[in-house]
């Protein structure tokens, strides 16, 4: 019989307890400390910090679990992608099929950029500094920590600790990834503000007058061919429902593909990188649950519309906070010790390269509101999408330009410029010659990118001299 006086009974619900609770406390003093509220950082990390404040107190570090605050991380990551991906888009501001493919081309790029940045500091420490707690190939979390997020940081930080084990390194790869992703939050956040500032002082950007305006239509809460809010089902439980279903059938997928023999190198390699992407997979399988919704309302056989714009951002969003509260919670600091100089080496030039970065093809891109381009895309680049889009509305609180409109339409782009880019992860740790080879594939996928992205401005001159 089960026992419910037991914290065994209640130890899932602690983790959570832990988390509400952080979060509200950190909402609480974002609101009211007015450096943190200009400095936008989201109240997810704020309570994240929160958290790891209070960990070296000896009682609240033994009730945060850290491995269960990585699993929270890993299946929020996973259910954030499933309910996004379930939703009708809607366009908001008039863009171009081809800019929305440049953005996503920008997005993939950047990920390049990142990981040859984390090789180049990596591989050297490696050889030169640290064979014993240094793993060669830990540079390539920086995308993944940066552009990803915690959630990768963390699936791929895993993973890289297995094959540093094997290979007799004491790697914290988990700690090390989620690392880089709370700077990452931090960067996109302050150097953000900070760099917006600057061009306000001289005069070159200024704060446009208007309220930042929910994108909702009534619609969005209640169309007239919508299931009501509550029946015999409430709608929530009906939005809840489809996004845990999406993710069953990627539980089924991954599992499927576990049973598979696949030989040595889908054994070490391929199956680890199919439950690393599960945020991939919840993409791609929501998208066609749509698609299949979408076909069956054409045909008349489904006769009324389940699926909400507006719960589906909600459980999306409350997904995403948990899993930065979570994600930087489980960062254990004694897990660092001695690879600290790696550590913000790779966090700082990469938040220097990625600026630069896209900050040039922001300008080159957008011709007609480099700001707002710039602003989202180093907001996500460093960040989530929230993150740039909270950026964006400092400057641009109505979404007027097709800023907000690109960073949510590159994401399809994105990923079918980025995935052959993520194969390599799996790559890399295998051996440093084959981290030698990953860095020399990024650096030719770079050139290939960057040609693409200003073969306009290149093919002119090239014209021009003729």
Avoid at 238 to 251: A, D, H, N
Avoid at 257 to 285: A, H, I, S
Avoid at 342 to 362: D, E, H, K, N, W
């Amino acid at each position: 019989m089960t026992s419910f006086a037991s914290l065994s009974a209640w130890g899932w619900l602690i983790q959570f307890f832990i988390i509400i609770l952080a979060l509200l406390l950190a909402n609480l003093v974002r609101c009211n400390v007015p450096l943190l509220k200009r400095s936008l950082l989201p109240s997810a990390l704020v309570a994240g910090l929160i958290i790891l404040c209070l960990k070296p107190f000896g009682f609240f570090s033994d009730i945060v679990n850290k491995s269960s605050m990585e699993i929270i991380t890993y299946h929020a990551l996973g259910l954030g992608f499933v309910a996004m991906a379930l939703k009708n888009k809607k366009i908001r501001s008039a863009t171009t099929t081809m800019k929305v493919v440049e953005t996503g081309a920008v997005t993939a790029s950047t990920y390049i950029a990142q990981g040859m940045v984390g090789l180049l500091v990596s591989i050297p420490l490696f050889l030169l500094w640290n064979r014993t707690n240094f793993f060669y190939a830990s540079g390539l979390l920086l995308p993944m920590g940066y552009g990803q997020g915690p959630g990768q940081a963390l699936n791929f930080g895993v993973t890289y600790s297995g094959w540093a084990s094997q290979q007799g390194i004491s790697f914290a790869g988990s700690d090390f990834g989620l690392s880089i992703a709370a700077a990452g939050f931090i960067v996109g956040s302050v150097v953000g503000v900070v760099y917006m500032n600057i061009l306000r002082k001289k005069g070159r950007l200024k704060r446009k007058d208007g309220d930042y305006k929910e994108e909702y239509t009534l619609a969005d809460y209640q169309s007239d061919n919508e299931i009501p809010h509550a029946e015999s089902i409430d709608k929530l439980t009906v939005q809840i429902s489809l996004v845990l279903l999406v993710y069953f059938m990627v539980f089924l997928l991954m599992y499927g593909v576990q049973q598979l023999d696949l030989g040595n190198f889908g054994t070490n390699t391929l199956k680890p990188m199919v439950w690393g992407f599960n945020f991939l997979w919840g993409t791609l399988l929501g998208v066609l649950v749509k698609a299949v919704v979408t076909r069956l309302r054409k045909r008349n056989i489904m006769q009324r519309e389940y699926i909400n714009n507006y719960t589906l951002d909600r459980i999306a969003g409350t997904c995403f906070d948990f899993m930065i509260v979570a994600g930087t919670a489980a960062i254990d600091f004694n897990n660092l010790r001695g690879i600290w100089m790696p550590l913000l080496l790779i966090c700082t030039l990469g938040a220097v390269v990625t600026f630069v970065y896209v900050r040039v093809c922001s300008k080159h891109l957008y011709p007609d509101y480099p700001y707002e381009g710039f602003f989202s895309m180093f907001g996500m680049l460093t960040g989530t999408a929230s993150n740039g889009m909270i950026l964006l509305r400092e400057i641009d609180p109505k979404f007027e330009t097709p800023a907000a409109n690109n960073l949510v339409l590159q994401t399809i782009p994105a990923i079918a410029f980025g995935f052959p880019v993520l194969l390599l992860m799996g790559l890399g740790p295998q051996s440093l010659r084959s981290c030698l080879i990953t860095l020399a594939i990024l650096a030719v996928a770079f050139v290939v990118f960057a040609v693409f992205i200003f073969r306009k401005r290149l093919f002119k001159r090239k014209t021009a001299k003729q």
